[in-house]
């Protein structure tokens, strides 16, 4: 019996390393390997076997070669669902006696991705902003085709079954075709959820004492948990209030091109040569726009006039609220500038050959925007010019942000 338990570990072990192998020992695929192959010598050789235990070995193990991991997104939501797949999943089970064998095993399938998802549900909220509504249909679909991926997978490296090829081709393709399909459905994902570290710990011990209270039985720990879920409430709520009521301008750092979104409430006016289908756009402005849950957006060129709301930009000035700059860009090439009084900023775009000293003395203003669109070279004069002057230089290339708020 021993003996039959050796083979096993040893046959399965070099199963899910091979596996990995094949894979090309993608970190997530590494870490999952050594995650199972622990708590699999756990159970083979230990006498007292502690699920729990294992897990934090496991833990344990990975951390001491990289502590860094406890960082990691994936390290993360890995361990914490298979925690929820320990403490849940049994007593998720246990609601529902099914007497039929396969709807038992349907059942007990919907167990293990309720408890999955429960468990992740506020990490996920945190770092990917969303959640899926269909995942329960999306888990179930998906647990027949991947083991036929993964036992034709291995079938296809042997050299005399090509003839499986197509098969293993076709079955990749429908899955993906039906997980589309699932994905595109109406209302599939609830999308621009933002929520904060205070808010994620909230919520965190929110669901875990409801869960353990429900276990339980615990009047206490429930109380506790309806406490902290209006604690985080209050917090959504007051982030909600600040949105409404937010006014600020945000010079983005691109690469090559420039923008700047000038929000009030949950509308913004988009001033950029990005397009809505640019991944510039989609990388690095909507994420931001997102987070402050701006819901109407307006694109315009620097190069149009254009008078909305709070927003005036005519000629080479821009007006929004109390907040005034002077545009210097490719239309000032070569040009005397016959400008005087105070400005908020200048915004130095579009790789001017306007001599920046030349600027009227008269004029006066708090600090310098130079954006990614102007030359290194260029970038270096300016900020150059910027400090002689003492005037605050803010450089957008290989930079943070700027951003402006106002006063209401």
Same mark, same amino acid.
């Given at each position: 019996m021993y003996q039959k338990r050796i083979?096993?570990?040893?046959?399965?072990?070099?199963?899910?390393?091979?596996?990995?192998?094949?894979t090309g020992l993608s970190p997530s695929v590494v870490r999952a390997a050594i995650m199972i192959s622990i708590f699999i010598t756990a159970?083979?050789?230990?006498?007292?076997?502690?699920?729990?235990?294992?897990? &934090?070995?496991?833990?344990?193990?990975? +951390?001491?070669?990289?502590? %860094?991991?406890?960082?990691? =997104?994936? *390290?993360? !939501?890995?361990?914490?669902?298979?925690?929820?797949?320990?403490?849940?999943?049994?007593?998720?089970?246990?609601?529902?006696?099914?007497?039929?064998?396969?709807?038992?095993?349907?059942?007990?399938?919907?167990?293990?991705?309720?408890? &999955?998802?429960?468990?992740?549900?506020? +990490?996920?909220?945190?770092? %990917?902003?969303?959640?899926? =509504?269909? *995942?329960? !249909?999306?888990?179930?679909?998906?647990?027949?085709?991947?083991?036929?991926?993964?036992?034709v997978g291995i079938a296809v490296l042997a050299p005399f079954l090509d003839i499986i090829f197509p098969i293993f081709e076709w079955i990749i393709v429908t899955t993906n075709s039906v997980l589309k399909w699932i994905a595109d459905l109406p209302y599939s994902t609830f999308s621009s959820v933002w929520i904060n570290l205070t808010e994620l710990i909230l919520l965190s011990l929110a669901l875990g004492f409801f869960v353990y209270a429900l276990a339980k039985l615990n009047k206490?720990?429930?109380?506790?948990?309806?406490?902290?879920?209006?604690?985080?409430i209050s917090m959504i709520t007051y982030?909600?209030?600040?949105?409404?009521?937010?006014?600020?301008?945000?010079?983005?750092?691109?690469?090559?091109n420039y923008a700047a979104a000038f929000i009030t409430g949950h509308e913004a006016i988009l001033l950029t040569d990005l397009s809505k289908d640019d991944r510039n756009y989609q990388f690095f402005i909507e994420p931001a726009l997102e987070q402050s849950q701006i819901n109407n957006i307006n694109f315009i060129s620097i190069k149009q006039d254009t008078i909305l709301h709070h927003f005036v930009k005519k000629d080479n000035q821009i007006a929004f609220n109390n907040y005034n700059i002077l545009l210097i860009d490719e239309n000032m090439n070569y040009k005397n500038?016959?400008?005087?009084?105070?400005?908020?900023?200048?915004?130095?775009?579009?790789?001017?050959?306007?001599?920046?000293?030349?600027?009227?003395?008269?004029?006066?203003?708090?600090?310098?925007?130079?954006?990614?669109?102007?030359?290194?070279?260029?970038?270096?004069?300016?900020?150059?010019?910027?400090?002689?002057?003492?005037?605050?230089?803010?450089?957008?290339?290989?930079?943070?942000?700027?951003?402006?708020?106002?006063?209401?």
């Open positions: 083979g096993a570990f040893i046959l399965i072990c070099s199963l899910i390393w091979s596996y990995s192998l094949i159970k083979t050789f230990a006498r007292n076997k502690n699920s729990y235990n294992t897990l &934090a070995f496991a833990a344990f193990c990975q +951390l001491i070669y990289n502590p %860094f991991l406890i960082w990691d =997104v994936g *390290f993360q !939501l890995s361990y914490i669902s298979v925690f929820g797949l320990i403490y849940l999943q049994p007593k998720i089970y246990k609601w529902i006696y099914v007497k039929n064998k396969w709807l038992n095993k349907v059942w007990e399938l919907v167990a293990i991705s309720l408890s &999955a998802q429960l468990v992740t549900f506020p +990490l996920c909220i945190y770092y %990917f902003h969303q959640f899926p =509504v269909y *995942f329960l !249909l999306g888990n179930l679909f998906i647990s027949i085709p991947l083991l036929l991926i993964m036992i206490k720990f429930l109380f506790a948990s309806l406490l902290i879920y209006i604690g985080y982030d909600d209030w600040n949105a409404v009521h937010q006014k600020k301008i945000i010079f983005f750092t691109l690469r090559k500038l016959a400008v005087s009084g105070t400005f908020a900023s200048i915004w130095l775009t579009g790789n001017s050959k306007f001599k920046i000293e030349s600027l009227p003395k008269e004029l006066k203003c708090r600090n310098v925007i130079i954006d990614a669109t102007n030359k290194d070279y260029k970038i270096a004069a300016f900020k150059t010019f910027a400090e002689n002057n003492k005037i605050e230089p803010h450089v957008l290339k290989k930079n943070r942000a700027y951003l402006v708020y106002l006063t209401q």
